[in-house]
């Protein structure tokens, strides 16, 4: 019966795409997809105690946080219910206990249009499978269940990613989502950087459990497929949309953040997603996900969208994303899980707080409660007064508790005021593998400089201090290796990538080499400070930032936009855009393949900026750029920095696309992208309030040039980025004084400035 119902499926949705219907019915696909009568089935998987064993050397430990963070989403934010979720984590995550819940609460209940989402988090791993007809060896990707390893000797007790694609193949819905927080090809350590990696080593032995082999043949015979068919499958390759850690050959990891561990994929897909609105489509989400977990791990984890593209199914994308998303619009920042105190205080959770900020958030932070339809008039507001990691305790705002505020568990929390530390500090591990005295004279060398903090290797951590290895050398240069960059020290990202020029002389002690790095750690605790101002949720703001690819061809890369722009149903892409592209927003210009991810720009390219202004004021702004170097630049557009806004109801382009010269000739403008290559990121602060004394620093600390629209060089980005936040603090004060508030931390008004950031890898 499924695969008579599949096949009306892709017969249906083949005459949808022939007739161009996925385009004309887009609104009206998601309001059929989001009616209640739509049923959500989900299975959830994580398992963190693995007994250790051949393939284990230890447990995970963020695996039942993607859990949490999953479900909460589903439920709170797409509109799950409950009952429908069914969770299997650490000893209840059984190889047979996952295939035979996966089959009666999925496969036996899923009906044609119904969506069904499938969660798995915990050690990957590969083995060889034998082809029948050639007799020849295949890889084969597989998941661990608790069991994994199995008590009969030389037997695998694995989930084969085969038994995986004919589960979801017997479903009677094609709407199927798959997310995938695991890695398959073990690098040969379970350690990078300060990362765990979610891959076991491959096993010794090859027979597979005859369990395993039996469910096969069953599903095998229901769908009327041979085991041919089973073998001609690519390895990576399941039904419906697959949301995956990394790129099948790359690892995924798990990292720690204060005070919780959780899969670096999951978490970042999960904050996106609740800050997610019906105008954003799905490759627009991955590529944002993909982007900031290079920014945290590096190029080794690259975060995929993978769908099978076939004319039947050209909407599957919008479709899936649109019916999960439901009917919320707005950011989501947290939401109440709990109620005490006779209703003064809320336990909340913090689910959608922007990934760089939340380590840095500090007490009496402010929330207000949300809603569709959000009361002005008598706004319930929430202030932080503990956390341990995403979990926190508010207490309600107010001078009179003589009145019931109606908080309940399920509402939903949006930041109002952000409170962070008055000084900022990076912190670095020392790598374990450097002897005592190294660990010592680091430890003080690093004394002598403020804002630098020493944590151990499990801690969280910005920057990682190590020796570099001949590998990593080799990795970084993309050559052979030189002896002169042997016995070297250098600085690393939590997951291990050597940073660009930040390895000395061959032979330095380990206290000349914190001296010699001190510059460039400023100018990384400048970009840090850049990001703790990360803010789309302004609603007096309505701006949006977008950067153009001029040239080879004019395409629109990336927008972000806030969101008094969203709730204001403003879209539209300016017309000198418009006019030249029909290419989707936050495609790269090789992305026409079923694997999407983070925005890849060429050597040689040109960009623009477009900055939008929706609303009834001007606006202040300013553009930073960091290049894979840490190096920072802000963009002069040639004016009066004082008189640097934009105008109610304009849009600036920086640089314009063209110039005309006295001849009455042309030329092609836009920044013209050069190396070096690799990830970077523009910062657009835009602000109700003349940023007045980051103008005035400014012009002490820029390496100025006559020309017009250029970037410029900082020389102390540091001074720059605390400038910043004093003048966002100084805006913010008529707020606190209207809501009561006194700190001696910084205190950001959320509705007084928006920061839209951009991150793209430039390639050669």
Not at 174 to 196: A, C, N
Not at 231 to 245: F, I, N, S, T
């Amino acid at each position: 019966m499924g695969l008579n119902r599949r096949e009306f499926l892709q017969q249906a949705g083949l005459l949808l795409a022939m007739l161009g219907i996925h385009e004309t019915v887009y609104d009206r696909s998601y309001q059929a997809l989001a009616q209640p009568t739509r049923r959500k089935l989900a299975l959830l998987v994580g398992i963190n105690q693995y007994p250790s064993g051949n393939r284990i050397e230890e447990p995970l430990q963020g695996c039942l946080t993607d859990v949490e963070l999953q479900r909460n989403l589903l439920v709170y934010k797409f509109g799950f219910h409950p009952n429908d979720i069914v969770t299997l984590t650490n000893e209840a995550a059984t190889r047979s206990q996952i295939e035979s819940t996966f089959i009666s609460h999925l496969v036996d209940q899923a009906q044609m249009g119904d969506l069904v989402f499938f969660h798995f988090s915990g050690y990957g791993s590969s083995i060889s499978r034998k082809n029948l007809d050639s007799n020849l060896s295949q890889i084969q990707y597989s998941y661990l269940p608790i069991d994994g390893e199995s008590s009969e000797p030389e037997v695998i007790n694995d989930l084969l990613e085969d038994t995986l694609w004919l589960l979801l193949r017997s479903l009677s819905t094609s709407e199927i989502i798959t997310v995938l927080d695991t890695s398959f090809i073990y690098p040969g350590y379970h350690q990078q950087g300060t990362l765990k990696i979610r891959t076991a080593s491959n096993p010794t032995h090859l027979n597979i459990n005859p369990a395993e082999l039996e469910l096969q043949n069953q599903l095998l015979s229901r769908l009327n497929l041979s085991r041919q068919d089973l073998e001609q499958r690519k390895p990576g390759q399941l039904p419906g949309l697959v949301l995956a850690a990394s790129k099948p050959a790359q690892i995924a990891t798990e990292g720690r953040w204060d005070g919780f561990n959780a899969g670096l994929f999951t978490y970042t897909l999960t904050q996106a997603f609740w800050n997610s609105h019906p105008s954003q489509n799905l490759t627009t989400q991955i590529s944002r996900v993909a982007a900031e977990v290079e920014q945290i791990v590096g190029p080794c984890q690259q975060p995929q969208l993978r769908r099978i593209l076939t004319q039947s199914r050209r909407k599957t994308e919008s479709d899936l994303f649109l019916g999960i998303l439901g009917t919320h619009s707005f950011s989501i920042d947290g939401i109440i899980t709990g109620v005490e105190d006779n209703g003064k205080t809320a336990k909340i959770l913090l689910t959608g707080l922007p990934t760089f900020v939340l380590d840095s958030l500090s007490l009496n932070t402010v929330f207000k409660i949300i809603s569709e339809v959000n009361d002005l008039e008598n706004p319930v507001y929430l202030q932080l007064r503990s956390r341990t990691g995403l979990n926190a305790k508010a207490q309600v705002k107010t001078t009179d508790f003589t009145s019931p505020f109606g908080l309940q568990v399920g509402q939903k929390l949006q930041e109002i005021v952000r409170i962070l530390p008055r000084q900022t500090n990076l912190k670095i591990a020392l790598d374990p593998k450097l002897n005592r005295i190294e660990r010592v004279d680091a430890t003080s060398a690093f004394s002598g400089f403020s804002r630098m903090t020493i944590v151990a290797s499990d801690q969280p951590a910005d920057y990682l201090l190590s020796r570099v290895t001949d590998t990593a050398i080799a990795q970084a240069l993309e050559a052979p290796l030189s002896p002169l960059f042997q016995g070297r020290y250098g600085l690393f990202s939590k997951g291990s990538v050597l940073l660009p020029n930040t390895v000395g002389e061959g032979g330095e002690a380990v206290k000349i080499a914190v001296h010699r790095l001190i510059p460039q750690l400023k100018n990384r605790l400048a970009i840090k400070l850049f990001r703790l101002t990360e803010n789309e949720r302004s609603l007096p703001l309505k701006v949006r930032a977008t950067l153009n690819l001029l040239a080879p061809q004019s395409q629109v890369l990336i927008k972000r936009e806030t969101q008094g722009m969203n709730n204001n149903n403003i879209r539209e892409i300016p017309e000198t855009i418009q006019a030249k592209s029909n290419i989707n927003s936050n495609q790269s210009i090789v992305s026409a393949s079923e694997n999407l991810g983070i925005v890849t720009v060429p050597l040689g390219s040109r960009l623009q900026y477009q900055l939008q202004n929706k609303g009834e004021f001007p606006v202040y702004f300013l553009l930073f750029y960091v290049n894979s170097e840490g190096q920072i630049y802000v963009f002069n557009s040639g004016r009066d920095p004082q008189q640097q806004q934009i105008a109610p109801g304009k849009f600036l382009s920086l640089p314009p696309a063209t110039v005309y010269s006295a001849n009455a000739s042309t030329e092609m403008m836009g920044e013209f992208v050069k190396e070096p290559v690799g990830l970077t990121e523009t910062h657009v602060i835009f602000s109700a309030n003349p940023l007045t004394e980051t103008l005035e620093i400014l012009d002490k600390n820029v390496k100025k040039n006559d020309s017009l629209f250029k970037f410029n060089l900082l020389s102390n980005p540091l001074n720059i980025a605390d400038a910043i936040l004093q003048d966002l603090n100084r805006a913010s004060q008529p707020t606190l004084e209207k809501m009561g508030m006194m700190t001696d931390d910084l205190a950001l008004d959320i509705n007084s400035w928006a920061t839209l950031s951009f991150v793209y890898r430039v390639v050669g």
